[in-house]
């Protein structure tokens, strides 16, 4: 199974170098989105609270953008349809797809990182970058995880493109709050981590839960 | 099937609501800080309980036909949930009335069950428009299977995540819903919440059994449809065809 999704991942990712449609069309998202909060505050430099909320939400809409190409290959080209004849489980498709979202995300995050620090962030990124890579990563993982699920369920709806939105954005608020709660004190002047490990915690309990949820529903999905 | 149920049902939730509404307007105390507002809590509160849990039930009949793949389950799953967003929808307005009241402002960020209400209304408001953007029939109930098993696992994470934040930023003054009620306040509110409760078994199964009533309709409806074209097509082949003039030409 590990194989297979490999493959399919392998397809994946060389189709994203080749094509560049899904990183490049996040990154340069984020980087919009920060101009426009820097004329939308009115502020050259921002930090705690604001900061943290503006990162996270502006990666989370983001991400939204990769979920509505994940399956955009299968679905145009009929891939699909090709991929559930293969006798292959079908949980390496959901394996593959959550980790070439992970792999866009963290792509998205080398840009979109570096790019908030220097057009928004008021205090220094690098003090505090360890305990936000730790975030961004566990939070990756959940993302990841409901973003391929909810990118199968909206795939075959008629109105996918307003669906898929719709149906992740309150789906990822919990990663917001821990996101947003466990950023704040890591941009507020000393940049000392607070309650850190809760946050991290929860975010974990929120990979985890997705992960298998993911893994168990994604089946059903692909019937037919 | 569901029909015989009905009528029992429907007395019982009667009488039970009767006797809620009796003991909340001449039974339970004023509350002492609150006044007559603090009575929507007998409201708010059974509301806001059962629309949980129907969500949560939803979710367990979306499983059922996961497992059973019998698509009655679909059905019963569909009708709780749309069941449960009326109730979501009651309990966001109930709630905001209740801080308006007490608070003086129509909505107060830091309770968090009516945040989290808010985020859970707005992620099943998507169930309903995900489920009938989808045309065939077998796949309409798989997806929305899913969806009702993701959401009712994403009710009881988001309400634990935004418990924490209002734990965090708004360390809570004093708890309403706490165990410190006096003993008339706790009866009512639990006769209030069987009420509820009632209520909504009740409208589920009302809808179940007006859905398999038009259900069945059809069904012999089509058929008939069916014998009165043979029996048309019978006819015509009896009978000797009528020998009709040649069209005018235009």
């Known amino acids: 199974m590990v194989a297979t999704a490999l493959a399919i991942l392998r397809k994946d990712l060389r189709l994203e170098l080749r094509a560049r449609e899904a990183v490049p069309a996040m990154s340069l998202f984020t980087v919009t989105a920060f101009v426009l909060f820097h004329f939308g505050f009115d502020r050259d430099r921002l930090d705690g609270d604001v900061a943290a909320g503006t990162l996270w939400v502006t990666l989370l809409l983001a991400t939204v953008l990769g979920v509505n190409r994940l399956y955009a290959a299968e679905r145009e080209q009929g891939g699909l349809e090709a991929m559930l004849l293969a006798p292959i489980d079908r949980t390496a498709i959901f394996l593959a797809k959550a980790a070439a979202l992970l792999l866009y995300l963290v792509a998205l995050e080398l840009v979109a990182v570096p790019a908030f620090g220097l057009l928004l962030l008021g205090p220094d990124l690098i003090g505090p970058l360890p305990e936000l890579c730790a975030l961004l990563i566990v939070a990756d993982v959940g993302l990841a995880a409901t973003g391929a699920l909810v990118g199968a369920l909206a795939a075959e709806t008629r109105a996918r493109e307003l669906i898929g939105p719709l149906l992740l954005l309150p789906l990822v608020v919990p990663l917001a709050i821990a996101g947003a709660q466990a950023t704040e004190p890591l941009f507020t002047a000393p940049g000392v981590a607070e309650d850190l490990g809760r946050w991290l915690a929860l975010m974990g309990l929120y990979a985890t839960i997705f992960v298998l949820l993911s893994i168990a529903l994604f089946d059903f999905l692909l019937e037919d | ?250």
């Not at chain 2, 934040?165 to 410190?180: D, I, K, L």
């Open chain 2, 1 to 250: 099937m569901y029909g015989r149920a009905l009528a029992p049902l429907a007395l019982a939730t009667a009488a039970a609501s009767a006797v809620a509404f009796g003991l909340i307007f001449f039974y339970a105390p004023l509350d002492a800080d609150q006044g007559f507002i603090q009575k929507i809590f007998y409201l708010h509160v059974p509301m806001a309980m059962v629309a949980l849990l129907g969500f949560l039930a939803g979710g367990v009949m979306a499983a059922m036909h996961l497992r059973t793949r019998d698509r009655v389950w679909d059905m019963r799953s569909y009708v709780a949930i749309h069941l449960s967003i009326i109730l979501s929808l009651g309990v966001l307005v109930t709630g905001s009335i209740w801080a308006r009241a007490s608070w003086g402002h129509w909505w107060v960020w830091d309770e968090p069950m009516l945040v989290s209400f808010l985020i859970v209304f707005l992620l099943y408001a998507v169930y309903q428009p995900l489920r009938f953007s989808i045309d065939d029939p077998g796949r309409q109930a798989r997806y929305a299977s899913v969806f009702a098993i993701a959401g009712a696992a994403f009710t009881v994470l988001n309400f634990i995540a935004v418990r924490m934040a209002a734990a965090y930023t708004h360390p809570r003054v004093f708890s309403q819903t706490g165990g410190n009620m006096p003993a008339d306040m706790f009866i009512t509110f639990l006769v209030s919440l069987g009420a509820m409760a009632l209520l909504f078994v009740t409208l589920w199964t009302l809808e179940l059994a007006s859905k398999n009533a038009a259900e069945r309709l059809r069904r012999v409806r089509r058929r008939l449809e069916r014998e009165a074209e043979y029996s048309e097509a019978g006819e015509r082949l009896t009978r000797p065809a009528p020998i009709r003039p040649a069209p005018a030409p235009r």
